[in-house]
């Protein structure tokens, strides 16, 4: 059984930064990308960043140079440093993994809240 588990949202002040993790379970991790995406209230869900089993990353041009993805295929853990975080980045934060010609799998989310 595939599970993603999300940790490490809260509420930040404009500015400050967040570091999300996501536990995965149930899949051969490092064939997986691994993604962030996220989806704030009356809005459509959005890639924020992804990273290959190789390690190449994408990322949207919303958070690029202030949002870092990485992961540990030791740990099967992907994160998400989020720094010089602005109230536009409040949303529901989503993990998600791929394998190659397979479905994608998701976690449940984690809620981040950035005040101004």
């Known amino acids: 059984q595939v599970q993603l588990v999300e940790s490490g949202g809260g509420l930040v002040q404009a500015g400050g930064s967040l570091k999300l993790s996501c536990v995965a379970s149930g899949i051969i991790f490092r064939i997986n990308t691994m993604a962030w995406h996220r989806q704030a209230p009356g809005k459509q869900r959005e890639l924020v960043a992804s990273i290959t089993g190789e390690g190449s990353t994408n990322y949207a041009d919303s958070v690029k140079g202030r949002f870092t993805i990485s992961r540990d295929n030791a740990k099967n853990t992907v994160y998400l440093q989020m720094n010089s975080l602005k109230p536009e980045d409040t949303a529901v934060y989503y993990c998600?993994?791929?394998?190659?010609?397979?479905?994608?799998?998701w976690g449940r989310g984690t809620q981040v809240t950035v005040s101004s």
């Open positions: 998600s993994a791929q394998a190659p010609f397979s479905t994608r799998f």
